[in-house]
């Protein structure tokens, strides 16, 4: 990973659909407001489009951490705005100032943390853990079940 300068900023932008709403996917009781977990999503992809350019290739940076505030409602049909800025690098590990905004004002404001890993090391660690798992399964007797291939093609 090259160096991430404190101050790099990313951003990323979703049309709120009635996927994204929280009485779709969560509970029909909910009103049919962006649901909170939809905002962290794109608040973490802000914060890894601020340091995208600075990965190498093989790399990638997964969240580690969210504290977030989801400050008002919005409607589906609205574009919602996230933004990413870093305020912290230590080494691998990342730390971001996010807040996340409607077409009349901001939703949501937060802190992120994300550390860089390498993918291949990661590949090799998730596919010892699906190993351990099925193992675990067989030795007590339960059935066990492959979960489908993600776009990856891996699990």
Known sequence: ?????????GSYAMLVGPQHLASQFKDAILP?????????????????????????????AVG?????????????????????EVVGSEGRHLAFRVAAFDETETIGTGT????????ERTGRRLEAKRREAREAKEARGATVVEAPAGPSGRP
């Open 1 to 9: 990973m090259k160096d991430v300068p404190i101050g790099a900023k």
């Open 32 to 60: 049919p407001v962006f649901a909170t977990p939809m905002m962290v999503l794109a608040m973490e992809n802000a914060a890894l489009n601020a340091i995208r350019e600075y990965l190498e290739p093989g790399e990638s």
């Open 64 to 84: 580690t951490k969210v504290e977030v505030s989801h400050l008002a409602a919005t409607p589906a049909g609205q574009w919602v705005r996230a933004e990413a």
């Open 112 to 119: 992120h943390e994300r550390v860089v890993v390498d993918l």
